[in-house]
Nanobody
Framework: VQLQASGGGLVQAGASLRLSCVASGRTMSRFPMAWFRQAPGKGREFVAAIWNSGSLYDGVKGRFTISRDNAKNTLYLQMNTLRPEDTAFYYC?????????????????WGKGTQVTVSS
């Protein structure tokens, strides 16, 4: 499975971005997928996950929305009202088993990431 994230960029605080992650090599519709982020000098942080039964967020609910288009095998992250503290590399991940989790070590496939920079 290959994951390719895109959609990052440099924006001002308050702006919006939509990240995309296209999966290839396998249909991922039945498995959980997630977004993580990593800021300079910090560890990888869980952002949101989605699976057949719902979605899970950590600290960004209300501003970020995770979704997926199973027909396109694509994961999205709509990010609104961006803040400078949202600046990070954003990675998409997929799990080869049922059940969503916030633990990065539980995900089996990772994309290379896309940079999001929010200026104040």
């Amino acid at each position: 499975v290959q994951l390719q994230a895109s959609g990052g960029g440099l924006v001002q605080a308050g702006a919006s971005l939509r990240l995309s992650c296209v999966a290839s090599g396998r249909t991922m519709s039945r498995f959980p997928m997630a977004w993580f982020r990593q800021a300079p000098g910090k560890g990888r942080e869980f952002v949101a996950a989605i699976w057949n039964s719902g979605s899970l967020y950590d600290g960004v609910k209300g501003r970020f929305t995770i979704s997926r288009d199973n027909a396109k095998n694509t994961l999205y992250l709509q990010m609104n009202t961006l803040r400078p503290e949202d600046t990070a590399f954003y990675y998409c991940a997929a799990r080869n088993r049922d059940g969503a989790t916030m633990e990065a070590s539980e995900y089996d496939y990772w994309g290379k990431g896309t940079q999001v920079t929010v200026s104040s």
